[in-house]
């Protein structure tokens, strides 16, 4: 988490963005919340609170993703992806042994068409941690990258910890 919060603002965007690099990599008050937001901390109007390292909020897990869960809502998009996956082609395979005047080819169908809808957004989700970046931010990185320094690597760890066990399991791996 401490490699986070040292990350050295950038004075140079002349952007005016909320999200611009330089609102974001500076200690700024939060008015909503009467407090400090450390770096790369947004709040959330629909939580009414501050998250850290906001990426955005779900309304399908009712909470936001940040610092703390994002490894774990990566985690959910992987396992319901192949979940639903498994289901569908599975249905389909078996499509005329399991009924043949049914739906069952329709479920088939659903299921791998929201197996791979998930899909992207899971493949969208590990680029993203990758890079230690997060979607609210995506605009602004894409710009002016001041983690291009960092290797895959360290970005990964950063979000899911150094043991490799930990990044499949809903666990909270070290650091965060
Ligand atoms: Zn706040
Ligand atoms: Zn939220």
Redesign the pocket.
């Known amino acids: 988490m401490l490699a986070l919060l040292t990350v050295q603002p950038d004075n140079n965007s002349t952007t005016g963005n909320y999200f611009s690099i330089e609102n974001t990599y500076n200690y700024r008050f939060?008015?909503?919340?009467q407090?400090i937001?450390p770096p790369r901390?947004?709040?959330?109007s629909i939580c009414?609170?501050?998250t850290m390292k906001m990426d955005h909020h779900c309304p399908w897990v009712g909470n936001c993703v940040g610092l703390r869960n994002h490894k774990f809502f990566w985690q959910f998009l992987l396992y319901a992806m192949l979940g639903l996956l498994h289901e569908g082609i599975s249905l389909k395979i078996n499509e005329s042994r399991l009924s043949p005047a049914g739906n069952i080819g329709l479920w088939g169908l659903m299921g791998i068409a929201f197996g791979c809808t998930i899909g992207f957004m899971w493949i969208f989700h590990t680029i993203l941690l990758c890079k230690n970046w997060s979607s609210l931010e995506m605009a602004e990185l894409g710009k002016n990258d001041i983690f291009a320094h960092q290797s895959v690597s360290e970005s990964w760890k950063q979000a899911f910890g150094e043991n490799r066990i930990y990044w499949f399991l809903p666990i909270r791996s070290p650091p965060v």
């Open positions: 939060c008015y909503k919340c407090g937001k901390t947004h709040h959330c009414n609170e501050c």
